[in-house]
């Protein structure tokens, strides 16, 4: 999940915080990162479907955190991960073997009675689903908290929402674990925040600006950090052998030119550059300026950035690995937690015993107060929009 090794190289620039430093500020919360964290203390009850409230622990994480912020004034914007990228396909195809390998091996160890074992193979087959965002979707939307589905990469919608001004809807921050949204280029990413609110922290300026820390950024640009990330190894596209972040880094730090790093590394590495390397390095550079995102305003799909001529073209105006066109209608259903993003159906949300309906707790430690979200009441189809912190006159639909 994300660049190989980024962090652990960039750490001369990852400072610790708390995120009261984002009070009155809107801040961007991956949420299938905060998913997967609070699914590993049910996973056994998802992996199995077992009934009962356990399986929904995953909701009280998300949720006590979503009211640590609010304790905070800060206001979240939630953003979900979408349908599947066609350049993402074998890294998500490996993904979910990896994890029906650990499931089964799971259920051996569980008929063996060895619990414990069973449990930690669970946490690595545990697989977050569009039906269970779906669930917290519907406890977000009764506490008035800011959402959206992005179409593809969630990643790639927090960046969009990074580069906007706030009076636009623009994020301050994103709160996440992976470390792609430092390639996207995100202002300010937050790692590692514990349920108190402490985490740390990497801005970009800091990154290009300081003089002092190593290694040094100065003479690089967004697009040569990018290239640098795909070049070690990412979500997109593998690394070549023997290239890791350090040699990636030593090599557009030489060259400052993507094109010639990478013929450079066709001539030293031989047969070890896959023929379409070229071209698959573009294109991966390309997800990380160019995807496919929903414009709030305009209610359909565009570019974070527009597409170059000059790529269009080099590219044969084959621009699909960027995420396919959706019609406006179901980019909306989407957008707005009502259509499932991967299998293109409506959600029924109808009382059903699969419907969270009944009340969240979250223990909130420390000072800060216990509280109590809402149910979502049973009138609440899933026909609703997602709302804004700020009704706009008597209509129902909000926007970011």
Not at 78 to 98: L, M, Q, W, Y
Not at 180 to 198: E, S, T
Not at 203 to 220: A, E, G, R, T
Not at 264 to 280: A, M, R, W
Request: proline fraction near 6%; glycine fraction near 6%; charge should be neutral.
């Amino acid at each position: 999940m994300g660049i190989k090794d980024l962090l652990k190289f960039m750490k001369p620039y990852i400072k610790p915080i708390h995120i009261k430093k984002y009070a009155g500020k809107r801040v961007g919360i991956d949420a299938y990162s905060w998913l997967h964290k609070g699914a590993y203390s049910c996973s056994m009850e998802i992996c199995l479907n077992s009934d009962g409230k356990k399986k929904l622990r995953y909701i009280d994480y998300f949720m006590h955190r979503i009211n640590l912020l609010r304790h905070y004034r800060i206001t979240p914007v939630i953003v979900f991960d979408g349908g599947n990228i066609p350049c993402k396909a074998a890294t998500e195809h490996d993904r979910h073997k990896r994890r029906m390998a650990n499931r089964d091996l799971a259920m051996e160890k569980l008929k063996e009675g060895n619990v414990n074992a069973a449990s930690e193979l669970f946490q690595r087959a545990v697989s977050i689903t569009p039906s269970m965002a779906h669930q917290l979707i519907q406890i977000l939307r009764s506490e008035n908290v800011e959402f959206v589905v992005a179409p593809y990469e969630a990643d790639a919608q927090l960046a969009y929402l990074s580069s906007l001004e706030v009076e636009k809807g623009g994020i301050e921050a994103v709160i996440t674990e992976d470390s792609d949204l430092v390639a996207y280029g995100c202002q300010a990413v937050i790692f590692k925040m514990d349920r108190y609110g402490n985490g740390e922290e990497i801005v970009m300026d800091d990154i290009f600006d300081s003089v002092s820390l190593k290694p040094s950024f100065q003479n690089f640009d967004k697009e040569l950090f990018t290239g640098m990330c795909v070049l070690a190894g990412c979500d997109f596209l593998p690394s070549i052998p023997g290239i890791g972040i350090a040699k990636a880094f030593a090599l557009v730090s030489k060259y400052r030119n993507l094109e010639r790093v990478v013929s450079v590394l066709k001539f030293e590495k031989g047969n070890l550059v896959p023929e379409d390397y070229s071209k698959s390095f573009i294109e991966a550079v390309s997800v990380f300026q160019h995807a496919q995102i929903y414009d709030t305003d305009m209610k359909k799909l565009k570019h974070m950035r527009p597409v170059p001529q000059k790529l269009l073209q080099s590219l044969d105006g084959e621009i699909d690995f960027l995420g396919p066109e959706i019609p406006p209608s179901v980019a909306i259903a989407i957008a707005e937690g009502n259509m499932d993003p991967i299998s293109m159906e409506a959600f029924d949300c109808s009382p059903t015993p699969r419907c969270h309906t009944d009340p969240v707790r979250i223990q909130i430690s420390g000072r800060l107060p216990r509280v109590e979200a809402a149910s979502v009441p049973a009138r609440d189809g899933c026909f609703v929009a997602f709302s804004s912190q700020k009704p706009r006159g008597n209509s129902n639909t909000g926007k970011l």
